[in-house]
């Protein structure tokens, strides 16, 4: 616990002063950094955190930042037990993450969303996205600012299908 006293401290008071200059995406960084250390504590403050981080991030259009917090607050929903949450917030994250071509995020993110479908025993959902192909994942992604090639989502993104279409 002493480390991760230290960095809510430290993150703190960098908060207090990208606040104090005005700097959204100092604020969003910080919020998210301390997000995280609530969220491996399992203390619900990651929650509030993580919320806040997002708000920044949207209304600075930070397309990126928004989803990578969308993704790392899905996880402190489920350890909070509030897998179908959850879900709702891992579906939101990944069409983000896929524009932004954060393919570790994106990935990352995509299995957790499996891991989550598992807890709830939704066991063919898990398949459909544990099995499908690294390549395939990779390949729903495209470099940032580049237009789609053809319409809609790559044919085998399951992150699509659960919206119930290809693409947005």
């Known amino acids: 616990m002493g480390q991760f ?12 002063m990208a606040i104090e200059r005005e700097d959204a995406e100092r604020q969003h960084h910080y919020m998210g950094v301390m997000g995280r ?13 993580y919320q806040q981080a997002i708000t920044i991030a949207r209304r600075l259009e930070d397309h990126h930042h928004a989803g990578v917090y969308l993704g790392r607050l899905s996880v402190a929903y489920r350890r909070s037990g509030q897998v179908q949450q959850a879900i709702t917030l891992y579906q939101e994250a990944l069409p983000l993450l896929r524009e932004s071509s954060d393919r570790a995020e994106y990935e990352r993110h995509l299995g957790d969303l499996g891991s989550a479908y598992r807890e709830l025993g939704q ?3 898990v398949i459909q996205f544990h099995s499908a192909p690294a390549e395939q994942r990779r390949g729903a992604l495209r470099p940032a600012g580049r237009p789609p090639a053809g319409v809609g989502a790559h044919p085998a993104d399951p992150v699509a299908d659960q919206r119930g279409g290809r693409g947005r």
């Open 5 to 16: 006293h230290k960095a809510i401290i430290c993150c703190e008071q960098a908060l207090q």
């Open 37 to 49: 250390v609530y969220s491996n504590l399992g203390k619900p403050r990651a929650i509030d955190l």
């Open 123 to 125: 066991f063919e959902k």
